[in-house]
């Protein structure tokens, strides 16, 4: 099995930034897609950023050009850089990983529980 555990969330004013990140740990053969949801209450879950296994970033058009999303092959972890944080970014993010396990042919998907991400003054 494979457990993400995310963290760096909190409470941020508006227009301050915050790093969120999440770290995968099992029997892990490889890891092809890496990236992060949100949900606002009373809202679906949404797609914020993306990325692949060769590096290729796909962004939400509300975050672009204020969040940046980066991935450690080597320590299995992705990370969310959030500047210029607006009230509407309020959210729990959730990590997600599209993950090989050792000894298996194909990929699953796993979640993290979620970090809360609070952007108010």
């Not at 969330?9 to 949100?38: E, K, N, T, Y």
């Not at 320590?75 to 993010?93: F, G, I, R």
Request: charged share 15%.
């Amino acid at each position: 099995q494979v457990t993400l555990a995310e963290s760096g969330g909190g409470l941020v004013q508006p227009g301050g930034a915050l790093r969120v990140s999440c770290a995968a740990s099992g029997s892990i053969s490889g890891i092809d897609f890496m990236g992060w949801h949100r949900q606002a209450p009373g809202k679906e879950r949404e797609l914020v950023a993306r990325i692949s296994g060769f590096g290729t970033k796909t962004y939400a058009g509300s975050v672009k050009g204020r969040f940046t999303i980066s991935r450690d092959n080597a320590k299995n972890t992705v990370s969310l850089q959030m500047d210029s944080l607006k009230p509407e970014d309020t959210a729990v993010y959730y990590c997600h990983m599209y993950v090989k396990l050792s000894g298996m042919d194909s990929y699953t998907t796993y979640w993290g529980q979620g970090i809360q991400v609070t952007v108010s003054s």
